[in-house]
């Protein structure tokens, strides 16, 4: 067919990933032929990752789920057989009727999702209002972040405002703590790269020698959740030396002094040294060259605060800018997240008055205790889950499976492809793609307000979200005005504060998807000291957290899991286990192609080599990795990536696909972190033994 007869339709990348890149897809006819980077986009630039370059593949895969489906086996085998639309929808609103009216109440109901899609709509809309005004149990979604984003605003004030990402190429000093920018975050590392190319140093401290440590001019191996205190040693060093921005303290602190005195009484290097491993010499070189190098930019990253101090190390990291003054400077700061930035009208979308007060609300990280009893309140009867695996990412994950296994829980999935959740559904329903429905994007990782254009129509009887709840709200009877259309909705969530200013639907579709917040560039929140907190400053001392009960200072608070404050724990299990995403997979989303598959290998756990020998163990050797709470097998990889007593297993693969039906996620436990009810997937201590058991896929 003659070039001209194709169209190009704007998209979105939905993955969970802060670049959320600008793509184009060719359509031909219905089909679509070629998905590629917008190159106008200002930040993504035309640039797709491997995974998303492969994605056509996943919306035409042979294994789509197509029709509504229902269980005709027994749960955990993944038998069904193809139901209409209607008969689904009926015996879903007929068991959350009867459920709803129960001795239980609509309580025993449980949403479970999280960011499959990260789409305003797609996410975070009609899935809300259809909860909340049924009465179900609310979803408390803090797997990922929420632990760094409340040590962050406790610090910073509302919002999670920070440095632009489209300003650090001019930046003289770079720090990824905790950051595996080049594979999760590849177009803010490309500037990195450019920065570099004008003089910065790259800088990368993390327990685990990952790309970009790799790829950087000095990698920093600290001892897992110790973060705090590496910090901690940085600011005894910076006031020790007078290296501090007094100025900028006095303006734009609360709390310097207080500050001050803890450090320089409580943290001094050989006493950091000892909790971090990190030598003496390099926290007192970090801290030099951090004081006097401008601007200085620091990407915090989420990996850091999957441990129970995971907050205070947020925290503790956000303080350093106003040390320093870093803020002053284009380029400088810290960034957890630009989501902040966003002025949303996200309770006009999500409705949380329809809830009745004092609804049950239930943290996802404890979802296996959730389903097997061990929470307060009613008993989960049903789940719906949608936009997520938690089968396979949920912590905890013994729990998790049995209480999917419950013949008493009716468990409804809207799904694309047939995941390890999808195995243990009483109803499945068919899910559309990116390329397949309507969607308002915003960003963790850029300032650009991005709309995704459906390209084609659905496969199947694939349905959205927002047509499936829809639906469902129909058939229960709830108000219609409460379900409007999706371009309703997204003029909805646009009417919100003044960083949307300008920025419409109509907008959107005359400039190719994509429009910048309306905010400075390059945009620099605090340079003149003056943040969104009760004090109108950055809170070094945070009133706040005094009244919540923490420490209203930073300090450290070690793993629960750690071989210095739980030796005994340790003599049994002296290996501290992470588990960062294996990028081919990007969390568990790709991890059920084939072609991701074989791109991503079998299960590996990176051992040192210290470690390997005391077990006998060697390069590509089988072994099960298991503490009290479960186990998996692995193939052991020794490149020198690892320091002794810490471990790496890239995850997640899905339980299906893996060598004992069972993946990370069964040693990872359900504790929650010190602030923000955070996952504790880094806190996490385990043995591993060379297996003799059968493995096959």
Sequence with gaps: MPESQLRVVNAVCPLDCPDTCAMEVVVDGDRPVELRGNRSHPFTRGALCGKMAGYLDHVQRPDRILHPLKRVGPKGEGKFEPIS????????????????ASPHGPEAILPYSYYGTMGKLQASSLDRRFFHRLGASILDRTICASAGVAGYEYTMGRGRLGADPEAIDGAKLIINWGSNTAVTNAHLWSRMVDARRNGATLVAIDPFRSQTADRCDWHIAIRPGTDAALVLGMMHVIWREGLQDQ??????????EALRERVLQDYHPEIVANITDVPVATIEK???AYATTHPSFIRVNYGLQRHFGGGMAVRAIACLPA??????????GALLTTSGAYDWAADKLARPDLSPPGTRIVNMNQLGDALVGELPGPPVKAMYVYNCNPAAVAPSQGKVIAGLMREDLFTVVHEQVGTDTVDYADIVLPATTQLEHIDIHGSYGHHHVMLNTPAIPPRGEARSNNDVFRALAARIGFESELFPDDETLIREALDGGPSLSGITLERLREESGSVRLDVPSPYLPFAEGKFPTPSGKCELY???MALAGLDPLPSYTAPLEDPQTCPELAERYPIQLLSPPRPQFLNSTFAGTDRNR????DPAIELSDRDASERGLHEGDWVEVFNDRGRFVARVVLSGAVRPGVAVAPSIYWNKHSPGRSN???TTSSGLTDMGGGALFFDNLVQVRKTTET???
């Design 286 to 288: 970090l801290a030099r």
């Design 542 to 544: 945070c009133e706040r």
């Design 695 to 697: 493995v096959g896929d």
């Design 598 to 601: 074989k791109r991503a290998g």
């Design 323 to 332: 040390i320093v003054g870093a803020w002053r400077h284009p380029g400088g």
């Design 664 to 666: 990370v996620n069964s």
């Design 85 to 100: 639309w209607d008969e689904a929808l009926a015996t879903i609103t007929d068991r959350f009727k009867a459920i709803a």
């Design 247 to 256: 100025n900028y303290l006095e303006q734009g602190t609360i709390g310097a």
